[in-house]
């Protein structure tokens, strides 16, 4: 193997762990204050995946006949011009990784209080989570790609006895006291709170197209990036839905509402008091897994930018171990200030509606691509073109709809970052680099 690049197994498994943090751990009790019907909260989890999965198409397609690290910054950069892919690259450097390892870093003190009740300010400790992993990942690429590896399979261990004990050993709720109802299903489907839901899922759910951003990291990218993405994307798919199901029918939908905690809850009820703590631990201990991928992923795409701007060259530098130092010592820092100024929801909401638009800029243009090079090699194509990728975009765009009318001041302050992005794009100096 390469030690300087990221072979098969450790670039699905910084898939899984992009995807696979505090959104699946965390996002129910948020879905629960709005949405009752269990029928339709488990369809938000089904059909968020669906819509990943047409999304890992479109990225699987892009990845394999225009190789090139930056995730959306670069597929943008090539379907439109500078300036968008600018602001996708702007948003990926600032909150889409910084942003989440925030959250997680929470989520991470959340399950750890559970365990050991300190009493300590939760801040303080997933401060030092995010130095301990940063540290962990500026050694080189060996050495973090083997430690995701590993934090990742436990934590996917993890979930599947959680989703086993459940099925097997946990008494099942009954309708009127889990607090949900199996009743109007369609009407749930035309609420504002399941279309909001789908946000806290669509952001359970982002990570599917990390390997997308480190592709001059990766062996083989043309075979190994689409094969991580797709196989990941499904893998998750089912165990997001499985996982769901066993909260809603071993927990009370009135003990997990608005709680961040919610796998604590539900593995009190399948293991008791000693076993949810234990349950607990291991959650904390495997978030770090989700920390350290998006560590590995988001400096790269600061490195790429840098390279391409003059003004940021900076964190263009690469270690001896070729490690991109400061793009990982700067995202690290935006991911403290963050955490220690923004809540957790406000984080969630903000970061999954920024998320969609760009995602779904890249799937059109993968349709703009599709027009400009015809003849382009492409040895992934996405399936029943064009509609995987119509599909994927009216989605989206039904679901940020929803978002913006419902939630206008996180929408406010999505768009107002984005202002902020393009007004420093105007100062800058491209370089021109290829593309």
């Known amino acids: 193997m390469n030690k300087k690049k990221y072979g098969f197994a450790a670039a699905i498994s910084i898939v899984i762990a992009n995807m696979v943090g505090t959104g699946v751990?965390?996002?129910?009790?948020?879905?629960?204050?709005?949405?009752?019907?269990?029928?339709?909260?488990?369809?938000l989890w089904i059909l968020g995946g669906f819509i990943a999965i047409l999304g890992s198409f479109c990225y699987a397609e892009l990845s394999s006949a225009f190789p090139g690290s930056g995730g959306e910054y670069h597929f943008l950069r090539l379907s439109f011009n500078d300036s968008i892919g600018f602001l996708s690259g702007w948003a990926s450097a600032f909150v889409a990784f910084a942003a989440p390892i925030a959250a997680c870093a929470f989520a991470f003190s959340s399950y750890f209080e559970n365990v050991f009740q300190t009493g300590f300010d939760q801040r303080y400790l997933s401060v030092a989570l995010i130095v301990f992993v940063t540290l962990i990942q500026m050694?080189?690429?060996?050495?973090?790609?083997?430690?995701?590896?590993?934090?990742?399979?436990?934590?996917?261990?993890?979930?599947?006895?959680?989703?086993?004990?459940?099925?097997?050993?946990?008494?099942?709720l009954s309708a009127q006291s889990s607090g949900l109802t199996h009743q109007d299903f369609w009407k749930a489907l035309t609420l504002p709170a399941f279309w909001v839901g789908l946000i806290y899922v669509s952001y359970s759910y982002s990570g599917w197209n990390a390997t997308a951003y480190i592709i001059d990291d990766i062996?083989?990218?043309?075979?190994?990036?689409?094969?991580?993405?797709?196989?990941?994307?499904?893998?998750?798919?089912?165990?997001?839905?499985l996982i769901n199901h066993v909260?809603?029918?071993?927990?009370?939908?009135?003990?997990?509402?608005?709680?961040e905690d919610v796998a604590h809850v539900a593995a009190h009820y399948i293991f008791g008091a000693a076993g949810?703590?234990?349950?607990?631990?291991?959650?904390?201990?495997?978030?770090?897994?989700?920390?350290?991928?998006?560590?590995?992923?988001?400096?790269?795409?600061?490195?790429?930018?840098?390279?391409?701007?003059?003004?940021?060259s900076y964190f263009s530098h690469v270690s001896k171990h070729h490690v991109p130092v400061r793009a990982i010592l700067l995202q690290s820092a935006i991911a403290i200030i963050l955490l220690l100024t923004s809540s957790f929801s406000f984080i969630i909401t903000s970061v999954g509606v920024i998320l969609s638009v760009f995602t779904t800029l890249t799937a059109i243009g993968l349709i703009v691509m599709r027009i400009k090079?015809?003849?382009?090699?492409?040895?992934?194509?996405?399936?029943?073109?064009?509609?995987?990728?119509?599909?994927?975009?009216?989605?989206?765009?039904?679901?940020?709809?929803?978002?913006?009318v419902n939630k206008p001041t996180e929408a406010l302050a999505g768009l107002v970052f984005l202002v902020v992005g393009f007004i420093i794009y105007l100062f800058l100096s491209p370089q021109h680099n290829e593309k």
């Open 247 to 259: 909260f809603l029918i071993t927990a009370p939908a009135a003990e997990m509402s608005g709680r």
């Open 373 to 404: 090079h015809p003849h382009t090699e492409r040895p992934i194509k996405v399936p029943f073109y064009p509609l995987t990728p119509l599909l994927f975009i009216l989605f989206n765009l039904f679901t940020i709809g929803y978002f913006i």
């Open 276 to 312: 949810a703590k234990i349950i607990s631990g291991m959650i904390a201990f495997f978030l770090i897994s989700s920390i350290s991928s998006m560590t590995i992923v988001g400096p790269r795409v600061i490195k790429r930018i840098s390279h391409d701007y003059r003004q940021f």
């Open 139 to 172: 050694l080189n690429v060996h050495i973090g790609g083997r430690f995701q590896v590993y934090f990742t399979a436990g934590k996917i261990v993890l979930i599947v006895v959680l989703i086993l004990a459940g099925y097997f050993y946990a008494p099942h």
């Open 219 to 241: 062996e083989n990218p043309k075979k190994i990036v689409p094969r991580s993405i797709l196989l990941g994307t499904l893998l998750v798919m089912v165990l997001y839905v």
């Open 25 to 43: 751990f965390t996002s129910l009790g948020f879905q629960l204050m709005d949405l009752h019907n269990i029928n339709a909260l488990i369809f």
